[in-house]
């Protein structure tokens, strides 16, 4: 079922466990990996962490090392929030595809509905030697921190806070109802699942500016010592009230006779490291230690050091010295590097969890990352093949775990190098190949075309025999077939303003060259909304511009100016985009077949000029953008000298259905998990 195509551009040694083609390979016989807890100091104990790592127990002993997966809380068309979307089949069709790819557990952010927790305990029930573990979190309910004078002390926030973690600590416990709210689950949680619950992850990624607030207004005299977990005597604001209500939460879980580890969550931007090579002083503003929030004797479950970590962000890892010096598989890796010196700061007293990484398989991307592990512009088979790789390594250093990032992609997800070209409040109703954020998923959600969305015609003369145009909430599909030949050069110009009958957009291709371009008219340009700096690029001034994305912005280094990034996912891949094909490539926008006469693009819908296709509103000109309703868009194509005029119309639309896939080279995760936790 799962099939694996290891990509050609990676060496074979970082695809070291991966199959040529088919199904994974099967693994040795897997261990039994049913709960054993332990009872320690009058408590149930089901796992461990303490400076002598990570330890799970289990039926065939204790398990070292989790391979996870982070599950979020919506599906396509919808925003986070609207959380009670998910169904029992969501969750009923999901977790046998989890265990078939080797993972053990299963990580979520926030409640989820009274489904999720009885499809679980049903599936594990099903499955006694094979169950999926949880790791639990409580996300801030509040997060007016952030905002212009917040801190999290706030009466207000704190309060909700310490509501959340009951609510959710009730929930695993199947104990908990709950009325419908905005942006929470609702409903009645009957279903225990503490038996499997590895441990709890509190918080979020900690905003730096609400977090230096925080320690500086709400340090002193912020609260004593719990009877579970404790600040140190140098704890700041922030890890004061951290340890409080972990100390919380420990209590409404030691009520119930249970003790797991409990961690805070955490990012590079608040790591407790110092890195003077970081260019934006917000990413090295201040830190968050789990060092400073700890256990005590009363709680055996412990603490570890939860991170959020991916290769390419912030841009100390491509700086910092030291971290070059760490080698994985015979090769410097900073990712690496940077991983082990956070080791390194905890290993006294915890191990290190990854509990977020990955890279997405977007035709975008916003961040060049280490050794190629960009922030998007890869294959679907690449990724995977990276993702299993990174999971290794994290073995390899001793890490307690490696939680990929996501199970699923998610439409409603924005990234700051094409948020400002974008309509915010329908983002989640269409599926953008160019934001890098809505495709991280093991599991793709590829759109169905959109209803009605579709322009055919068959000319009766000139070099077109066949011109046929469809959509869905992705791409525009523009089917060419050609009367006697396939032209040496070919052109779509698309006219999207209203006003003077010109091309906005246009894509040139030669076939005989095997090139193909998306270029976008000067003043349409969507990179001059990303950046103050002009000119935004060297060719800036001409009349056409290939369609380019910023990945980062112009910096100091020290004395050294560091010139903006840029990715061009304007240069179109020639390729198949089908995913049952032998040959596919998930990033292909366009082929040419000579014996058939006929030529194919796939085009983003931002490559048209959408700013939001499923209302019809256009990125106009203007610093902000003017946004513009449009009827559709008017495409001329070009060959030999001819031209053929099309209007292609669309519908606007709330809704447009999906499916799901297990994306090419998934079977390369399988294959690591089952070589790390058998």
Known sequence: MLQVRCALVLTAALLAGCASAGAAPDPEPSSDWAPAAVQAGGLRVLAESDRDGFRLHTASGDKGFLPGVNVGATVPLHQPGEIDVLTADDYRRWFPQMADLGIRVVRIYTLHPPTFYDELAAYNAAHPSEPLYLVQGVYLPDERYVEEGGTLCEPALDEAFSAELSAVSAAVHGDLERAAAPGAASGRWTTDVSPWLAAWIVGVEWDP?????????????????????????????????????????????????????????????????????????????????????????????????????YPYYPDFQRYEPGYDEQEWRGESDRYAGYLAALQEHFAERMPLLVTEFGVPTSLGSAHAGTLGRDQGGHDESTAMAMNADMARMMAGLGLGGAFVFSWTDEWFKHTWNTMEHQVPERRQLWHDPLTNEQWFGIVATDSDLVPDAVAEERPSSGPFEHISVRADASWVHIDLALRERLPRELSVGVDVLPGPLRDDYRVLVDTEAATARAEVRQELDPMRLDTAVRPYHPDAADEWHLYRLLTNRAHHLGDRVLPAEHHEPGLLVEGDWDPASAEYDSRATWSADAERRSVRLRLPWP??????????????EGEPAQLVHVDGVTLRFAADGSAHELDFRWPEWNRVGHTERLKDGSGAIAAAFAELAP
């Open 209 to 309: 500016a609400g977090t230096a607030r925080t320690d500086a207004a709400c340090g002193a005299g912020s609260g004593e010592p719990g009877r579970y977990f404790a600040p140190t005597d140098d704890a700041s604001g922030t890890e004061r009230w951290i340890a409080r209500h972990m100390d919380d939460l420990a209590a409404l879980e030691a009520a119930r006779g249970d003790s797991v580890p409990i961690a805070l969550a955490n990012w590079p931007t608040t790591d407790p490291l110092v890195h003077d090579t970081e260019p934006l002083e917000t990413e090295d503003l201040v830190g968050v230690d789990a060092n400073h929030v700890l256990p005590t004797a009363a709680w055996p479950g412990g603490t570890f050091a939860s991170f959020h970590a």
């Open 607 to 620: 490559m048209l000029g959408m700013a939001d296709p499923s209302s019809r509103t256009a990125l106009g």
